[in-house]
């Protein structure tokens, strides 16, 4: 029996947030001194485009040939995120695709709908 995995991929919104210092117990108790330098510069900017739609609505696999069905929408596979390279997405050169994970073995990424894999 085979086991899938499916993810959809393209460079979303996040929501993650970071401070630019922390500080231990033992620095606390220390005497002041001079404030740290700044290691890294945090630079807000606006989110990607979002799917919220994004689904895969069908799913068919014969004689090693995969094929499904993206439900209607603004994802698309192939398509480039549009400001991904601004922002230094994590961006395939292939554009949107997504991951089939088989049987625990690596993802591999589909860019279309269609495609042999056994």
């Known amino acids: 029996m085979m086991i899938f995995s499916w993810l959809l991929v393209g460079c979303g919104e996040s929501t993650n947030t970071?401070?630019?210092t922390e500080t231990t117990t033992e620095e606390a108790q220390a005497e002041p001194a001079q404030a740290p330098a700044?290691?890294?510069?945090?630079?807000?900017f606006s989110p990607s485009q979002a799917y919220p739609d994004a689904a895969i609505e069908?799913?068919?696999y014969k004689d090693g040939k995969f094929n499904f069905q993206l439900k209607d929408g603004e994802y698309k596979l192939g398509n480039q995120t549009p400001d991904a390279e601004q922002k230094m997405c994590a961006n395939s050169g292939k554009g949107q695709h997504i991951h089939l994970i088989a049987n625990d073995s690596p993802y591999a990424a589909k860019y279309t709908n269609e495609f042999e894999h056994e």
């Open 38 to 44: 700044k290691k890294y510069t945090i630079t807000a």
């Open 58 to 60: 069908s799913v068919s």
């Open 18 to 20: 970071t401070t630019e």
